[in-house]
Nanobody
Framework: VQLAESGGGLVQAGRSLRLSCAAS????????MGWYRQAPGKQRELVAV???????NYADSVKGRFTISRDDAKNTLYLQMISLKPEDTGVYYC???????????????WGQGTQVTVSS
């Protein structure tokens, strides 16, 4: 399975973007999927997770602004982002994985990433 992100771009603070992660095969097989981001000079951080049953978790920095969803029929993962801030800037990656002991563990499938840049 290959994952391909899209939907990134340059936006002003306060605006919205929706990222998509299209899979070349079924994502139903994945117990969970997540979105990560990596800002310049910083470590990659997990921002949102969704389990097969629809349970979601978010990093505190994005709660109330980001919404993760998955459409298993379309084999696509989404990340709706509103009220964007300059600190949301980074490369966003989707990944397959599982939740073990309450922690998302990324598995073997990652996308190439899509750049999100938020200007002030």
């Amino acid at each position: 399975v290959q994952l391909a992100e899209s939907g990134g771009g340059l936006v002003q603070a306060g605006r919205s973007l929706r990222l998509s992660c299209a899979a070349s095969g079924s994502i139903f097989r994945f117990n969970a999927m997540g979105w990560y981001r990596q800002a310049p000079g910083k470590q990659r951080e997990l921002v949102a997770v969704i389990r097969r049953g629809g349970i979601t978790n978010y990093a505190d920095s994005v709660k109330g602004r980001f919404t993760i969803s998955r459409d298993d029929a379309k084999n696509t993962l989404y990340l709706q982002m509103i009220s964007l801030k300059p600190e949301d800037t980074g490369v966003y990656y989707c990944a397959s994985g599982d939740v073990v002991g309450g922690t998302f563990i990324a598995g073997g499938y990652w996308g190439q990433g899509t750049q999100v840049t938020v200007s002030s």
